[in-house]
């Protein structure tokens, strides 16, 4: 990595600032809760129906093939080889978020594995009894007390919000595709294999998921944001009461006109 | 023709084995579960196979008596749940019932080595509300699955569950009201029965 700024990050930046102080204005009275978390809905489904039409064109197939010619050993390797990557940052930031102890053992999974397993392609910490705890500066800004801020669908990377949004920068500063000084070509192969490995990973839950959703915008955007929520602690809220139950104090919902087709 | 004596013995077994099951703790109620589906998987190679009919059988007898599938089906209405009329309410959960055992199933049938453990409970003895944390472990990093639970007339229901930090039926929350929104409790129903065919059509 050069050491310079990235000129690509400069522009990054500007346009998060941008979209920064786009979501601090104030929530208008009589907003619902889904336009509060989802400002940008418009938009953002525009830009999923991109990936959605990038991943069934190119990315699903080059995956299909791959899990076909490569079996599957292999794959776990290669992906053991990108999580021991991150692991060492998901170290960095399990420190950053005041757990000392959870970032010496991931230090120690990151050593073991670099040194003992083929520069993390056996995942021997795992065996041994230390765990993976994932950790990214999203999750980090989120454990400091910032809020997710609006859902934001990016092009390519997908899912992720105005708080995780800034933490992308900084995640991909240690990511392998720039860990390591490999020119333009090498940075774009090592983005494409990583992305390649783990979306054959991800093809029977992609099914799945096909299945399962009304509606695959808002299912995949609700998953995120729950998920992203327990990894920063927040899952510990009390479940919503039983309305099959009777109760004579609550008032009848009353169900929202249509919302005009998009 | 049963003598009187061995009728009345005949009912005081039923009645200690019903009270045994009462007595289960909401974290050996699900441990027995997964425990019986994981072992029913495993022993069958239809299902191994990707056989969705044959899972729907297995989750039916094993899990689905110990799942209170009416609060599942209005937590994820919501608030509109007591406008729906009964036979509405009735048509809800038949579908979402449908939909949710056609994931589970689809889940089920990668299941290859994996085992399920019990992590520690957070709640007290005394509550009637609990969530059982387990991690399915396997090859790669163990997957977390917790479930919520709630203690109805003495037994122990399950009416959430949470893969990988994801509770399922609040996740459908947002996706039941905008179907609804746009098309009433009669348009969610459509949607629902609609998905359901498309899956089983592929089947």
Known sequence: ?????HPAWRRWVMALLLLASAGCATVPPGTTQRQQIDPFEAWNRKVFAFNETLDDALLKPVATGYAEVVPPLARRGIGN????????????????QGKPVTAAEGAFRFGVNTVFGFAGVLDIASEMGYERNYGDFGQTLGVWGMDAGAYLMWPLIGPSTMRESLGLPLNYAASPMYLFNLGLAGQFGVWAL????TRAGL???GRILDDIALDKYTFIRDAYLQRRRSLIGEDDEPPAPDPSQDDPEAAPAVIPPPEPAK | MLSRRSFVSLFLAALLASGAHAQEAPDALIMRISTDVLDAVKADKSIQAGDVRQVIVLVDAKVMPS????????????????????EQQQRLQEEFKTLLIRTYSGALTQVKDQSVQLKPMRSKPEDDDVVVRTEVRGKGDPVQLDYRLEKTSGAWKIYDVNVLGVWLVENYRNSFAQEIGAGGIDGLIAKLADKNKAAAGKT
């Open chain 1, 81 to 96: 080889f990108y999580a021991n990557l991150a692991d060492a940052w998901s170290a960095v930031n399990m420190l950053l």
């Open chain 1, 194 to 197: 990583q992305l390649v490995n």
């Open chain 2, 67 to 86: 799942v209170n599938f009416r609060r599942m089906t209005a937590s994820a209405v919501g608030r509109f749940w007591r406008q729906a009329t009964p």
């Open chain 1, 203 to 205: 093809l029977g839950a």
């Open chain 1, 1 to 5: 990595m050069t050491g310079d700024f």
